[in-house]
């Protein structure tokens, strides 16, 4: 899971906008002894410091993984 982390680090660290709330839920689930899926869901919140808007994004992820 380290690309995980690091990606979110460059995504709080990059941003113009302020983050002001983020909620992640990831799910995973075992198809026999050699597939594994995966579904990862996050929620962020944004100020928008040029409009003073607060905007909301929404993120679906998903991935199959192969193991032997």
Do not use: C, K
């Not at 680090?9 to 597939?35: E, I, K, T």
């Amino acid at each position: 899971m380290p690309v995980l982390f690091e990606r979110d680090a460059a995504d709080v660290y990059n941003l113009l906008d302020p983050l002001r709330r983020r909620l992640g839920v990831s799910a995973y689930r075992q198809f026999g002894p050699h597939w594994r899926g995966q579904l990862y869901y996050v929620n962020a919140r944004y100020q928008q410091l040029s409009l003073h808007t607060i905007y909301t994004q929404h993120s679906l992820t998903g991935s199959l993984l192969w193991t032997w």
